[in-house]
């Protein structure tokens, strides 16, 4: 399961409230489970803390809405009624696990490998779904010459790729990769028939990076 959220819970058992207590935690697991939920962590507090609870508890979901249709189902909501008459000092809290970015080179390498695989098929749907909404990008001749902006905009340069090169555009060789801050430079050779003639060229493209996406693109032609 994907955890997109976290939901703590810490609690102490009112003392002779320990069946009820059991008896809640027994009926809960299954509705948890049925939300897509479930459980990362139990146990007691730590003594040397600034508050030390009986009960503590991990529970994960793979989005928000899931938690809040495991809150709100009904069955849950008359569970509750338990868990109130048996606990006190209930706390909750849930957030956000925070992602942790890859470094730019790691993206732009994986972004690179769905680049030459849509020079060489024409299938570019893996190297959008890496692209930015707001990507811009620049192509230097032709009638795509200038700068762009957009993944659609982008999806329709690449629609011209495959038409100038039908049979696919093939990299024979990557001659070396640069990374300076967000922005990653790729070198390589290339070949393929462009509208019925044989080509070979000698290219670099820039992928600008931003958390893991390509948010810029440009490409430069060499002899």
Same mark, same amino acid.
């Given at each position: ?10 609690s ?13 935690i ?38 928000? *809405?899931? =938690?809040? #249709? &495991?809150? +709100? ?5 008359e569970?509750?009624? %338990?868990?109130? !008459?048996? $606990?006190?000092?209930?706390h ?47 192509f230097?001749?032709?009638e795509?010459k ?5 993944? *659609?905009? =982008?999806? #329709? &340069?690449? +629609?011209?790729v ?6 696919? %555009?093939?990299? !024979?060789? $990557? ?14 050779e ?34």
């Amino acid at each position: 399961m994907s955890v997109q959220i976290v939901l703590i819970t810490q609690s102490n058992i009112i003392e002779g409230q320990e069946k009820t207590y059991q008896q809640y935690i027994q009926q809960t697991i299954p509705l948890l489970v049925k939300h897509g939920g479930g459980v990362a962590f139990v146990g007691a507090g730590i003594p040397g803390g600034t508050h030390q609870y009986v009960n503590n508890a991990v529970l994960t979901f793979p989005s928000q *809405e899931a =938690m809040q #249709q &495991f809150l +709100a189902d009904p069955a849950y909501r008359e569970l509750s009624a %338990l868990q109130k !008459t048996a $606990v006190q000092d209930l706390h909750t809290a849930y957030f956000t696990p925070r992602r942790q970015t890859p470094p730019p080179e790691q993206v732009a390498r994986q972004a690179f490998e769905h680049f030459r695989q849509g020079l060489a098929s024409g299938e570019w749907q893996p190297f959008l779904d890496m692209v930015a909404e707001d990507v811009v990008f620049r192509f230097p001749i032709g009638e795509w010459k200038g700068v762009h902006e957009g993944k *659609e905009r =982008m999806a #329709q &340069f690449f +629609a011209y790729v495959r038409s100038a090169y039908p049979d696919g %555009l093939f990299i !024979t060789q $990557v001659h070396s990769v640069a990374t300076g801050g967000q922005t990653v430079l790729f070198e390589f050779e290339d070949e393929g028939t462009l509208r019925g003639n044989p080509y070979h060229g000698r290219v670099i493209v820039a992928f600008d990076v931003r958390a893991d996406k390509i948010c810029g693109y440009r490409e430069y032609f060499g002899a």
